[in-house]
């Protein structure tokens, strides 16, 4: 298994600009989420999916946009990127449970600069 | 969701045993308590989790109090690869999959 991939690694966009994140998992996975990391600071929730068809807000979704129409995919879309949007972002993939013991897998990260 | 706190750094030498602390006074009967870590540049990974008992795994141990409000993350013979941020998380039922990260504590290994 590959896990969970994240493509690109890097990228550098202007203001204004537009661009999607990839990030797919080969696991099978149901709940799938997207996180960014702002230098020093721990993890902070995007966007989460917990099946195919089915999205919701984390705890800073504003200037992102995300869907679900697979298992194995869940973009994450920057409408008009802003600089205060220059972080790494990290998605991740759990298989559900339905408790509190579900342990996430991550991705390696996209670092991405808005200029 | 239930609060945790963690010291900011804490600093080990090589192959000798850590214990990173960690104090969730406000956890409910149902939260279970998470260790993730992070490398340099790198993704968070599990660690280790538990509810009530102990718990041991080929990475680390996990001592829980009996009370429950604090918790304890055991590396038994630390290497120079287990330099990382360790982030404590509590988890509900339905929070397994929107984890709350906290600043975590940096572990600094010496060789």
């Known amino acids: 298994n590959a896990g969970v991939t994240q493509t690109p690694k890097f990228q550098v966009l202007k203001t204004g600009q537009s661009m999607t994140l990839q990030c797919a998992q080969d696991m099978n996975h149901e709940y799938m989420s997207w996180y960014r990391q702002d230098p020093g600071m721990g993890l902070r929730l995007i966007h989460y999916?917990?099946?195919?068809?089915?999205?919701d807000q984390g705890e800073v979704p504003n200037g992102y946009n995300v869907s679900r129409s697979t298992t194995e995919d869940f973009p994450l879309r920057l409408l008009s990127a802003a600089p205060s949007q220059t972080s790494v972002y990290f998605c991740?993939?759990?298989?559900?449970?339905?408790?509190?013991?579900?342990?996430?897998?991550f991705g390696p990260g996209t670092r991405l600069t808005v200029l | 969701d239930a609060k945790t706190t963690q010291p900011n750094s804490m600093e080990s030498n090589e192959e000798e045993p850590v214990h990173l602390p960690c104090n969730h006074s406000?956890?409910?009967?149902?939260?279970?308590i998470h260790w993730y870590r992070q490398l340099p540049s790198q993704g968070p990974e599990y660690v280790i989790h538990g509810l009530t008992s102990n718990v041991n795994n080929r990475m680390a141990s996990l001592a829980i109090a009996e009370d429950r409000k604090s918790s304890t993350l055991i590396l038994h013979r630390a290497t120079l690869r287990d330099a990382a941020v360790y982030y404590c998380?509590?988890?509900?039922?339905?929070?397994?999959?929107?984890?709350?990260f906290g600043q975590g504590t940096r572990l600094t290994i010496n060789p």
């Open positions: 999916s917990v099946g195919a068809g089915i999205t």
């Open positions: 406000t956890i409910s009967g149902t939260d279970y």
């Open positions: 991740a993939s759990s298989y559900s449970a339905g408790t509190g013991a579900d342990t996430q897998y």
């Open positions: 998380i509590l988890t509900g039922i339905q929070g397994a999959q929107k984890l709350v």
